[in-house]
């Protein structure tokens, strides 16, 4: 069965401080899938990125950056420069390419304070 | 990307009734699941809805409790029937349309009294 592990509950940063998300996940799959998606207070849950197993290319995204290491089964997402509107609660999520049912993290808060 | 909307957005409900909830996709999707998301929690995955067939529940889920019907590859409802006050959660659905991204839909709050 597939895992994801978010082990921190919350962080909180002034703005324009960077902020990194940790995230390990477990799962038998050679071919898989993970996403960090955003849930802000107003509860939907927003997308941000994906990444594909077989492609381990760290890559910028405007204020987001990843680093997806399968050696270590970690995929962190950072924040660069963050602001209050960053402020929410961020799942890590794993699918697998056989049935693409997401599996969670327990989310991490963070609050960016002014 | 695929654009979801949900109803109702919320509701407050009294133990033992029904509520259904609707999802509407505005493009057709190959994929469609639901989702709950319990007061201060993460997301659980309750199940696959499949278009014209039976939708397959995770463990823990029954079809008595949550049934599912998708009529076709751009709507889908969750009915939580006789419900109790731990039923009280946010509830979310997504589609998935080809690619590996699943998009959702803005979620429906509901507290049962």
């Known amino acids: 069965a597939q895992k994801v592990t978010q082990a921190q509950t919350e962080i909180s940063v002034v703005e324009k401080e960077d902020v990194t998300l940790d995230c390990v996940y477990e799962t038998r799959d050679t071919t898989y899938y993970l996403f960090w998606y955003k849930q802000p207070p107003s509860g939907e849950l927003v997308f941000l990125i994906r990444?594909?197993?077989?492609?381990?290319q760290n890559e910028i995204s405007g204020r987001y950056s990843w680093n997806f290491q399968k050696s270590t089964s970690s995929f962190n997402f950072t924040i660069t420069a963050s602001q209050v509107v960053d402020s929410a609660v961020y799942f890590c999520?794993?699918?697998?390419?056989?049935?693409?049912?997401?599996?969670f993290g327990a989310g991490t808060t963070v609050t960016v304070r002014a | 990307s695929a654009v979801i909307s949900q109803k109702p957005s919320r509701d407050i409900c009294q133990r033992g009734t029904s509520l259904t909830i609707q999802c509407q996709v505005d493009?057709?999707?190959?994929?469609m699941f639901w989702y709950r998301q319990q007061p201060g929690q993460s997301l659980t995955l309750i199940a696959t809805a499949n278009q014209g067939s039976e939708a397959t529940y995770e463990s823990g889920f029954v079809i008595d409790k949550f049934p599912i019907s998708r009529p076709n590859l751009t709507f889908s409802t969750l009915t939580v029937s006789n419900m109790s006050p731990e039923d009280s959660s946010i509830y979310l659905c997504s589609g998935r349309q080809g690619g590996e991204t699943q998009y959702f839909g803005p979620g429906t709050r509901l507290l049962v009294l």
């Open positions: 990444r594909n197993s077989f492609d381990e």
């Open positions: 999520a794993l699918s697998e390419a056989r049935d693409y049912k997401l599996s």
């Open positions: 493009s057709q999707v190959t994929m």
